[in-house]
């Protein structure tokens, strides 16, 4: 069993830094960060592959969030800096075994899930 734990999460004034982390136990090919606030939709902020080499970001994200990932720990990481009230939301980590089909990341590209952290950006 898929076991995947999030943590970093937390309130912060805006303008401030974050650092989510993603614990496993699988070793997976691809993860990614998603987003979700109550009444919308799950979004994908970021993603990765193995070894970094194709990376998704969220327009409203780019410049300001950074993915990165220790294989070997298995711990997949989102930078977040330069914080404001529309990053407000529960994060998500996802992994999976093969790539995102579209250029965007959706839900049912990733089998495996965490239970979230919430970030709360107050201004």
């Known amino acids: 069993q898929v076991h995947m734990v999030e943590s970093g999460g937390g309130p912060v004034q805006a303008g401030g830094s974050l650092r989510l982390s993603c614990t496993s136990n699988y070793k997976s090919n691809y993860m990614a960060w998603f987003r979700q606030v109550p009444g919308k939709e799950r979004e994908a902020v970021a993603a990765?592959?193995?070894?970094?080499?194709?990376?998704y970001y969220a327009d409203s994200v780019k410049g300001r969030f950074t993915i990165s990932r220790d294989v070997a720990k298995k711990i997949v990481y989102l930078q977040m800096n330069s914080l404001n009230s529309e990053d407000t939301a529960m994060y998500y980590c996802?992994?999976?075994?093969?790539?995102?089909?579209?250029?965007?990341?959706?839900?049912?590209?990733?089998?495996?899930w965490g239970q979230g952290t919430q970030v709360t950006v107050s201004s």
């Open positions: 996802a992994a999976g075994p093969t790539r995102w089909q579209s250029v965007a990341p959706v839900p049912a590209d990733f089998p495996y």
């Open positions: 990765s592959s193995p070894v970094g080499t194709v990376i």
